[in-house]
T-cell receptor, first 116, second 112 residues
Framework: GAGVSQSPRYKVTKRGQDVALRCDPI?????LYWYRQALGQGPEFLTY????????KSGLPNDRFSAERPEGSISTLTIQRTEQRDSAMYRC??????????????FGEGSRLTVL | QKEVEQNSGPLSVPEGAIASLNCTYS??????FFWYRQYSGKSPELIMF????GDKEDGRFTAQLNKASQYVSLLIRDSQPSDSATYLC????????????FGSGTRLQVQP
């Protein structure tokens, strides 16, 4: 696709349910990042992949959060046993180069998660 | 102390004026510095990056970096109402965590 595609765009779930957020990066982009953005705040790093390898998951808040990118393209961020504090905009970004140090991240439109 | 600090604003400037946006960072190992613009309800988009001390100009935008003071700024000349947005400062250390750390952003309002 032309840009980074995320789905669903909006997700409302009940506390305790599991959710899976999907990211389809720009074709050929090596690096893929997950960020979380609260209203009025900047994006907060969660995790990042180079190809299929998860290079850094230090930003994942706890073990209810996990991510995968099994074929080096589409990625899924999974949140188990959701809590109200998980409510936020989850943004995926991709970059054409590896290493993550170019700074040119292309962001998707985000998945807004609301946990009731 | 936050890794990247910005004044939340709003910073209000009249159309045609120079808008000055500032950012400080805590980690002296930071190597690369970026400014992203985020319109309300939209995703961030990169507008400038700077790696070396000094100024870097791109059209109406100038990024300034002072590593000794751990300070980076963005100047927008001839501000237009369409520049009204939140400007996010981001830094990258090039070692360890190879992902950008963002500030909370400064909201800019350009008054027509």
């Amino acid at each position: 696709g032309a840009g980074v595609s995320q789905s669903p765009r909006y997700k409302v779930t009940k506390r305790g349910q599991d959710v899976a957020l999907r990211c389809d990066p720009i074709s050929g982009h090596v690096s893929l990042y997950w960020y979380r953005q609260a209203l009025g705040q900047g994006p907060e790093f969660l995790t990042y992949f180079n190809y299929e390898a998860q290079q850094d998951k230090s930003g994942l808040p706890n073990d209810r959060f996990s991510a995968e990118r099994p074929e080096g393209s589409i990625s899924t961020l999974t949140i188990q046993r959701t809590e109200q504090r998980d409510s936020a905009m989850y943004r995926c970004a991709s970059s054409p180069t590896g290493g993550g140090n170019t700074g040119e991240l292309f962001f998707g439109e985000g998945s807004r998660l609301t946990v009731l | 102390q936050k890794e990247v600090e910005q004044n939340s604003g709003p910073l209000s400037v009249p159309e045609g004026a120079i808008a000055s946006l500032n950012c400080t960072y805590s980690d002296r190992g930071s190597q690369s510095f970026f400014w992203y613009r985020q319109y309300s309800g939209k995703s961030p988009e990169l507008i400038m990056f700077i790696y070396s001390n000094g100024d870097k100009e791109d059209g109406r935008f100038t990024a300034q970096l002072n590593k000794a003071s751990q300070y980076v700024s963005l100047l927008i000349r001839d501000s237009q109402p369409s520049d009204s947005a939140t400007y996010l400062c981001a830094v990258n250390k090039n070692t360890g965590r190879r992902a950008l750390t963002f500030g909370s952003g400064t909201r800019l309002q350009v008054q027509p």
